[in-house]
């Protein structure tokens, strides 16, 4: 099924070149990661007095947020690596998605919440921050919107369930945790389907197998 699925897409003039554009804007985005939040990290900015914030104490939420990140992201990359055309449009909103988020970063300065206790990921913070701890990347939660991208990618019912309940679930830990303010996180799905949305208007034409 797998091979067949990218082998019919793959024949579509349209999916190769809407791949290949999408991979060679991709990389310099991935590049300008870690330039772009040294950047940002280094600026003063406003720091907001969120209500919501002030009602929850501050707990270190950072293990069961990135299980729940892992998994979705695990389960969505091997779910959408069967249907090429999904996993195209995907990649797409992602890319889309965070540019957009970049875009919003550069204008909205902010300071994090002083109770703030810093949520490191082992993985993604080596990859792309060069093992620094950055906590001015706040409007918009990137983890949020990203989970929530995949809620709106997701056809089959049970991993969009699962999907949708860890999204909730991550949302509430990283208030807890006060690494976003309560704006950041509420916006995240707003941006999540403004993206989703826009990419899925784009035809590209696939004789791709659906289960």
């Known amino acids: 099924m797998f091979k067949l699925n990218w082998k019919l897409a793959w024949a579509e003039r349209s999916f190769r070149l809407q791949s290949i554009c999408t991979l060679v804007l991709l990389i310099p985005v991935l590049a300008f990661v870690s330039p772009f939040f040294n950047f940002i990290q280094a600026r003063s900015g406003y720091r907001l007095n969120d209500w919501v914030l002030n009602q929850v104490p501050a707990y270190d939420m950072s293990v069961p947020v990135f299980l729940l990140i ?5 389960l969505a990359i091997v779910y959408l690596s069967v249907h090429p055309l999904l996993f195209l449009k995907c990649l ?5 998605l965070f540019v957009v988020r970049v875009i919003c970063m550069f204008l909205i ?12 990921d082992p993985f993604v913070g080596k990859l792309f921050y060069q093992g620094s701890v950055i906590t001015k990347d706040l409007f918009f939660s990137g983890h949020v919107s990203t989970m929530c991208l995949l809620c709106f990618t997701m056809p089959w019912r049970p991993l969009k369930y699962y999907f949708i309940v860890a999204t909730v679930l991550v949302a509430v830990f990283v208030l807890v945790q006060h690494v976003h303010y309560a704006v950041d996180v509420a916006a995240a799905p707003l941006f999540a ?17 659906q289960k």
Do not use: G, H, W
């Open 70 to 74: 892992y998994s979705v992201v695990f």
């Open 193 to 209: 389907f403004l993206c989703y949305r826009m990419v899925n208007k784009s035809k590209v034409k696939a004789q791709v197998r």
């Open 109 to 120: 300065v902010l300071e994090p919440d002083r109770a703030l206790i810093p949520l490191v």
């Open 92 to 96: 797409q909103a992602y890319t889309l």
